[in-house]
């Protein structure tokens, strides 16, 4: 199996723990980055698993859905009347759990997703490393 790692770092975003005991249950951002593993048992006809101009695509999503984005959990019920009340003050992104682990595992499926249509099913998504900041991180990985 061939794998290469693409990272983008310093993407503004905020989330709240709402069930968490301590100051994380207070709306709070950081600069996340995302690190993600390509995999593909062939490369292609440029000898790569995946060019990296050639997934822009991942760029823009990150752009149009978790740039200055605010992340809350479906079961945050205060978060998500705080939202119905104040839409006009939060770009909302709205996942099962809104932790570092929980949007690891969601992103993964998501970005898994978008490379394989793109590579007609050659290259796939192996892993995916999201950093709270330069001190916390949560893995995934199928």
């Known amino acids: 199996m061939h794998t290469c790692e693409k ?3 310093d993407i503004p975003m905020g989330h709240v723990q709402h069930r968490h ?6 709306v709070h951002g950081h600069n996340w980055s ?3 593993t390509f995999a593909c048992e062939e490369l292609d006809h440029l000898g790569f698993v995946i060019d990296f101009g050639g997934i ?3 760029s823009q999503w ?4 978790l ?3 605010c992340l809350f959990a479906k079961s945050d019920a205060e978060g998500l009347k705080m939202l119905a009340a104040f839409p006009h003050l939060f770009k909302p992104y709205i996942l099962d759990n809104c932790s570092a682990e929980g949007l690891a595992t969601h992103l993964f499926d998501v970005f898994d997703a978008l490379v394989r249509k793109e590579s007609a099913n050659r290259a796939r998504l192996k892993s995916i490393k999201v ?3 330069s001190k ?7």
């Open 56 to 58: 822009k695509f991942i």
């Open 21 to 26: 005991p301590g100051h994380c249950s207070f």
């Open 67 to 69: 740039d200055h984005a």
């Open 131 to 133: 950093g709270e900041d």
């Open 34 to 36: 995302l690190t993600l």
């Open 62 to 65: 990150i752009s149009e859905h």
């Open 7 to 9: 990272i983008y770092t």
């Open 136 to 142: 916390n991180f949560a893995y995934f990985e199928k």
